[in-house]
């Protein structure tokens, strides 16, 4: 993360080296993507290793508030640079500061009892009772399978947040443009005042599941999102900026997904298999569903209106209550879901 904020910042323009600087640019970018996808997941997994409930679940939470921060910061300095002289340039020297100050910081981290360095101590346990350390591969709790149901439930919980995304920022951002008039300065402006929102949202989510089991939670934003979802073809027939302001924060804060639940999610997965398929779930619904919201939803909207937005939100929501109520079910075998 680091070099790559680093080489971002000294790039040369598109004018001295031409398109090998959009290229570059591309390629930076798509490094960035996955490193942040992937120490997300690592620190949202290392801090339910850590901390117990109930104070797991907004100490889990904190990490995706921290990622928002990062929306935030970013619609920050885009409104600066459109309505200011700042380089933006200067942004990446700061996020460069700031990988190099998290991966000292790293270094210090004490190891999980559950997950950080297990096969080692497995292997000295082994040794310790004299058995042979090659066994260790054939070690039971090793080679433990993440349930099937259980990863596709948590794959179509996961493909809800880049929808609820794009609808957010891009298609109420097209809808400022084309009805409103707005120019790309003023879209980036009206964003950046959705982020701080969604910022105080998440702070307010991440205090009530630490006094709300968070599934509730989810279930309870479900159902409300289904309502609006309802008459929502009513509502946006008659939009003014304010209004599509609140729809905005609506979808950011309360659309149905898995926040402020994921710690509850992780730990139905294997504990050696956590981190690989919590982070190639992270990584495949972003990518695909990214994929379809930008180029499906722009044939969907110009043939259809909002109602092409409804055949992808629709699906989802389904599916997404399908695999709520997967985990809602483990939940009830180890008798926790009645938690208040």
């Known amino acids: 993360m680091a070099c790559t904020c680093i080489g971002m910042a000294i790039l040369p323009s598109y004018d001295e080296i031409g398109f090998a600087a959009t290229i570059m640019v591309t390629l930076f970018r798509a490094i960035q993507g996955i490193s942040s996808s992937t120490e997300v997941v690592g620190a949202q997994l290392y801090i339910t290793e850590m901390v117990k409930p109930p104070m797991q679940y907004p100490a889990v939470a904190s990490v995706t508030i921290f990622s928002t921060l990062g929306t935030l910061a970013a619609l920050g300095v885009a409104t600066i640079v459109t309505s200011g002289n700042l380089n933006w340039r200067y942004a990446f020297v700061f996020g460069a500061l700031v990988a190099i100050t998290g991966t000292m910081a790293r270094t210090t ?35 433990q399978k993440t349930n099937l149901k259980t990863f596709i439930s948590y794959f179509v919980i996961q493909c809800t947040g880049p929808v609820w995304l794009y609808f957010a920022y891009f298609y109420c951002g097209n809808i400022l443009t084309e009805n409103f008039g707005y120019s790309p300065a003023e879209v980036i402006k009206h964003n950046f005042f959705i982020s701080i929102g969604d910022v105080i949202g998440g702070i307010l989510l991440t205090y009530l599941s630490y006094k709300i089991y968070p599934l509730k939670i989810l279930r309870t934003t479900f159902y409300i999102f289904v309502i609006f979802l309802c008459f929502s073809p009513i509502i946006m027939q008659n939009l003014a900026p304010n209004y599509l302001m609140l729809i905005q924060l609506y979808f950011l804060i309360f659309a149905p997904g898995y926040f402020p639940a994921t710690a509850i999610f992780y730990k139905h997965f294997p504990v050696f298999k956590r981190f690989t398929h919590t982070s190639f779930i992270f990584a495949i619904s972003r990518a695909l569903m990214y994929i379809i919201t930008s180029f499906g939803l722009a044939y969907l909207t110009e043939i259809f209106g909002y109602i092409g937005i409804l055949m992808i939100m629709v699906p989802v929501t389904i599916f997404y209550y399908l695999g709520l109520r997967h985990f809602e079910k483990l939940e009830k075998q180890v008798n926790n879901f009645n938690i208040a």
């Open 109 to 143: 981290l004490k190891e999980t009892p559950d997950f950080i360095d297990a096969k080692r101590r497995i292997k000295s346990s082994l040794e310790k009772t004299g058995l042979d350390p090659k066994q260790i591969d054939n070690n039971d709790i090793l080679k």
